[in-house]
């Protein structure tokens, strides 16, 4: 991860916000899984996008936590200042919008944890028809390609590509999606040509991404609002000639632990939430199996290994 995070109060937030508050051009409510995040902005493309990624809200709703996305050649490139207390985020100079989004999902994220005993993965879940499955794994890991290439599969489902919000009920736990549309890179029909209708009209950005809506290819069936979780597959690229093994809920904590659960993009990082997470992630991995697949071979040999362990391989 490239951009930096500061923390600040907030009267700083007060002071920074009546400096940019002119500046805004565009301003759009959305909503995160019950959350009204509100984007201000000044730029038109950055508008258009997040319209097309997440649910409207209405207008008349107040907001639970801000994002204003801003050019200011006073800051350095690619600057985040983050006030936890009224949930703004200022993310000035920053042209990717792939981290635009996840910033607003970790604002999201940061009120429902501390409020709702609801947490987020950074990882892509799918149905299966048995149940559901979630995909977690560093960046280049294969998450985005395993994902789509289950979604080749008529009786697969997804709930989201990229991120999701989780919370308990008893035993069961239950996966929810928070973003209307999908976002997909560039190489995506290189590897399954299945989807090279959609790359084809997609709008990419420089970074070589876009944000489509999925229902062109699969249908608007096959997208689900939740699923209740089963299963959760860790990738990970290395050497080790073991392709697959299930881990224990000890074995799999220390590895998301160690990983700092693969969101590079939590935006509070402290005592407090380090137990939170610690707790929830604990109970979650008790009630699902885990297993840490080797992504080494070839995305043909990994996707078969995933579909083993989803149940989909007839």
Known sequence: MVYTVRS??????????SRYTPLVKFEHKSDIYGCCIKLLTDARIVKDRWEENFFA????????????????????????????????????????YGWIKSLALSVAGDILEDEHSIFSIHGACIDTGCGGLCIVGASGAGKTTHTYGMLRDERVHVIADDWFFVREFGKDVLAYGSEKNF?????????????????????????????????????????????????????????????????E???ALHHLESHTYFNPHLLIRNPFKEALRKSFFLKLLSHIDVYLVNTSGTPAETQQLVRGIAGLCA
Not at 8 to 17: G, P, R, V
Not at 73 to 95: H, M
């Open 183 to 247: 976002y997909i890179r560039a190489d995506l029909a290189t590897i399954w040509p299945e989807f090279e209708d959609l790359v084809e009209h997609a709008e990419f950005d420089g970074e070589g991404r876009a944000v489509v809506d999925l229902r062109w290819v699969v249908g608007k069936g096959r997208i689900l609002p939740l699923t209740r979780l089963r299963t959760m597959i860790l990738l990970e690229r290395r050497g080790d000639p073991v392709r697959c093994r299930q881990l």
């Open 57 to 96: 809200m209405s207008q008349n709703i107040r907001s639970h936590g801000r994002l204003y996305v801003l050019d200011d050649p006073r800051e350095s490139k690619d600057t985040v200042l983050y006030d936890a207390q009224s949930k703004t985020a200022f993310l000035l100079n920053i042209t990717y």
């Open 249 to 251: 809920p000890s074995e």
């Open 8 to 17: 600040i109060t907030i009267e700083e937030k007060e002071e920074i916000a």
